[in-house]
């Protein structure tokens, strides 16, 4: 088999604050194949657009990553500074969330797209800028009449496919959706998730596609990773995790979104922790209706969900439950909530 | 669709300037009304009998009510009629075509100066955030701004006019003054030695303008030294910056082509609210300098009490702020798209 377009291997990624080191990427691994569409979903805040930008190698001044992180079998994090920066936009693209304030007010549609051709292929004759352009402004529904406009003269939802085909011009091989349709409405959410699930398909891109929408993982992703508190706590096939979810978090979320339909993430009772200093053990333990003694004592590692090792095509969790053989018998008993807000508090 | 919505921001913008200048006037009407004294008598009072300070009186106008006085006051701006001075009957019309050009070109230069000086300190500052050269620039923009212009001036005569020997009084040396003004065309008279080809006026006009123009540049820097680095910075941490980033645009482009452009709009809107506060810079800037414009004009009717001497040309000075802040929307038009659809 080919080297996969993505490999990540315990990629950890550090924020420095005034008040100490966040953790918000905390060894996390997955990796995406051509064409292949993998959702990331969790809370707000549990670090998965730092995953994205730490792919691209866009982490703020003051922030560390490290792990192993490769693309098409090339070592992206042994790339000085320059060579890194001639991978972004070309190899590895990002489209964000709030497409009103991503293109730059002063600049023309047009302008845009010259701007990213011109600097990665400088040679490159002003027809074939917007021939190129118009090709893919076409596919995505936007006329070549409108070349020349301002971003101010379009709808959300039209930025949101301006931003696309922006990315799309550089035919990238991997793309970071970065909760694309978040600020559009409904019926534009549903195009433009059409959109991206064709280009997977149409040019064999792998799409990492970031959400905090269950809705949207069902219907475009083949697989889904569960982001808890910098973690990935569950992945695997998105029919077998939805059909049979492991992970108490999991479960908690497709509950929460079944009752409720619309954003439901945040009926789970409590509040994500603080990631500059994260809870002792499973980091999910103190809002798990499962939790054992063990959980807050121990980190539960990576297995696939019969216990044994992760291995490609399996759904892998990062929970006690599915490995019990591993957790000492006087500490499966429910946890003691009391004694934890005590110990909290100390 | 852009090219047409222009010419009407335009209108829109002119209509409503004209409220402000309605106050503007205003204010300056009541103000000299309600200051001691009456204009003649404090004028001239003491050099006139008292029947022909009320002849003077009844002559100007002024022993009519105020409301007659006023609508006729409005009526004459409108046409652009400023009046004459009391106290030696010269009409302010003229004395804005003699005197204003030295203080046009006084204003030009120091902007010249402030925008030079201003824009690229402030964006050495950003982009060297919270290090030594950021606390030094902003510290001197703090300083710039805040220290009173006669002493910047006098700081300017002793440590730089000394041992350079640059000029400190006047806009040109006295023999090339007369020879100018002899042909004065347009009496701006850096201009008419240009167009009657005298380079040697040219060059002696000029360095007279250095220490002046760097006076009052300075004064205004700060402004713009503080805008630009609030603004890059900004600018520097918005989303489309990172969204350029990620399309893999080189990191120098990204900061000229997006961050720092979009930072300059909003200090093109700080130029025309400068305006007022240049034109009260330049006033004491040339008291300072000798300098023969406007605001010396201006000082010496204040100091005569020639009460409608001074409400000419302070009249003028409004209409000018409210021009200029009518051509800085128009140029913010040109250069922010979005401005025309707001
Ligand atoms: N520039 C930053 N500096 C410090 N902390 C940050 C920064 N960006 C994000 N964080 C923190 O990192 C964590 C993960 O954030 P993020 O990746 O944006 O989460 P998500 O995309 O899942 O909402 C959060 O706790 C957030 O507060
Ligand atoms: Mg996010």
């Known amino acids: 088999m080919s080297d996969p377009t993505i490999y990540a291997q315990h990629i950890r990624i550090w924020y420095g604050t005034p008040a100490g080191p966040v953790r918000a990427v905390d060894d996390v691994s997955f990796s995406i194949q051509n064409g292949e569409i993998l959702g990331l979903v969790g809370e707000s805040g549990s670090g998965k657009s730092t995953i994205g930008r730490g792919l691209l190698g866009l982490l703020p001044p003051g922030s560390v990553m490290d792990g192993e992180l490769a693309f098409k079998g090339e070592d992206l994090l042994?790339?000085?500074?320059?060579?890194?920066?001639?991978?972004?936009?070309?190899?590895?693209?990002?489209?964000?969330?709030?497409?009103?304030?991503?293109?730059?007010?002063?600049?023309?549609?047009?302008?845009?797209?010259?701007?990213?051709?011109?600097?990665?292929?400088?040679?490159?004759?002003d027809a074939e800028v917007e021939k190129r352009s118009l090709d893919v402004l076409q596919v995505i529904g936007i006329p070549p009449s409108r070349w020349k406009a301002y971003p101010h003269e379009f709808s959300g939802g039209m930025?949101?496919?301006?931003?696309?085909?922006?990315?799309?011009?550089?035919?990238?091989?991997?793309?970071?959706?970065?909760?694309?349709?978040?600020a559009l409405d409904v019926l534009v959410e549903a195009q433009i998730i059409r959109i991206l699930r064709d280009l997977a398909e149409q040019f064999d891109t792998a799409l990492l596609l970031i959400t905090h929408n269950l809705g949207i993982i069902a219907e475009a992703c083949d697989r889904v990773a569960v982001m808890y508190a910098g973690k990935i706590v569950e992945i695997g096939d998105a029919r077998d995790v939805f059909s049979d979810p492991q992970h108490p978090y999991t479960q908690e979320l497709l509950r929460s979104t079944i009752t409720l339909t619309t954003d439901g993430l945040h009926s789970i009772p409590g509040a994500p922790p603080d990631l500059i200093d994260p809870p002792s053990g499973c980091h999910f333990h103190p809002r798990c209706p499962k939790a054992m003694a063990h959980c807050a004592v121990a980190e539960p590692p990576v297995r696939n969900k019969r216990g044994g090792k992760p291995e490609p095509g399996t759904t892998d969790v990062a929970c006690w439950i599915n490995q019990l053989a591993d957790v000492p018998e006087d500490a499966r008993g429910p946890l003691e909530r009391g004694e934890i807000s005590v110990a909290d508090e100390a | 669709m852009s090219a047409g919505s222009l010419p009407r921001y335009v209108l829109q913008r002119v209509l409503l300037v004209i409220p402000m200048m309605f106050i503007l006037l205003t204010v300056v009407f009541v103000l000299l009304r309600v200051a001691p004294g009456d204009p003649i008598s404090a004028s001239l009072g003491g050099k006139l009998t008292e029947e022909a300070i009320n002849a003077r009186r009844e002559m100007l106008g002024l022993n009519r009510p105020f409301i007659v006085q006023y609508l006729e006051y409005l009526g004459n701006t409108a046409t652009l009629n400023f009046g004459e001075t009391i106290t030696d009957n010269h009409a302010i019309l003229d004395i804005i075509r003699?005197?204003?050009?030295?203080?046009?070109?006084?204003?030009?230069?120091?902007?010249?100066?402030?925008?030079?000086?201003?824009?690229?300190?402030?964006?050495?500052?950003?982009?060297?955030?919270?290090?030594?050269?950021?606390?030094?620039?902003?510290?001197?923009?703090?300083?710039?701004?805040?220290?009173?212009?006669?002493?910047?001036?006098?700081?300017?005569?002793?440590?730089?006019?000394?041992?350079?020997?640059?000029?400190?009084?006047?806009?040109?040396?006295?023999?090339?003054?007369?020879?100018?003004n002899q042909n004065a065309i347009t009496h701006v008279i850096l201009v008419d030695s240009v167009i009657q080809g005298n380079w040697a006026a040219v060059g002696d006009v000029l360095v007279h303008h250095i220490l002046p123009c760097l006076t009052l540049g300075m004064m205004i820097c700060g402004v713009f030294i503080r805008m630009v680095r609030v603004n890059l910075l900004q600018t520097l941490q918005s989303d489309y910056v990172e969204a350029a980033r990620a399309r893999g645009i080189h990191e120098s482009r990204v900061v000229r082509k997006h961050a720092f452009r979009n930072a300059l709009v909003p200090v093109v809107t700080i130029v025309g609210l400068q305006a007022a506060m240049t034109l009260g810079g330049a006033v004491l800037t040339e008291s300072t300098f000798n300098w023969p414009g406007l605001g010396t004009q201006l000082m010496h009717y204040i100091q005569a009490r020639d009460y409608m001497g001074v409400q000419g040309i302070v009249t003028f000075f409004a209409l000018v702020v409210a021009a200029i802040s009518v051509i800085v929307d128009v140029v913010n038009a040109l250069i922010d798209p979005r401005v025309r659809f707001e």
């Open chain 1, 78 to 125: 042994a790339l000085d500074q320059k060579e890194r920066f001639k991978r972004r936009g070309r190899d590895l693209a990002m489209i964000f969330q709030e497409p009103l304030t991503r293109l730059n007010p002063l600049m023309r549609v047009s302008e845009h797209f010259t701007e990213t051709l011109r600097t990665h292929f400088p040679k490159i004759s």
């Open chain 1, 159 to 182: 930025r949101q496919r301006i931003m696309i085909a922006l990315a799309l011009v550089l035919r990238p091989a991997f793309v970071v959706a970065d909760e694309p349709t978040t």
């Open chain 2, 98 to 180: 003699d005197n204003g050009g030295a203080t046009l070109t006084l204003t030009i230069g120091a902007f010249i100066i402030a925008l030079g000086v201003g824009i690229p300190l402030g964006r050495i500052a950003a982009r060297g955030r919270d290090k030594a050269r950021d606390v030094v620039i902003r510290v001197f923009g703090i300083i710039s701004y805040a220290t009173p212009i006669f002493f910047v001036g006098l700081l300017m005569q002793l440590y730089i006019a000394r041992p350079t020997g640059l000029p400190t009084s006047g806009i040109a040396s006295p023999r090339i003054m007369h020879a100018v």
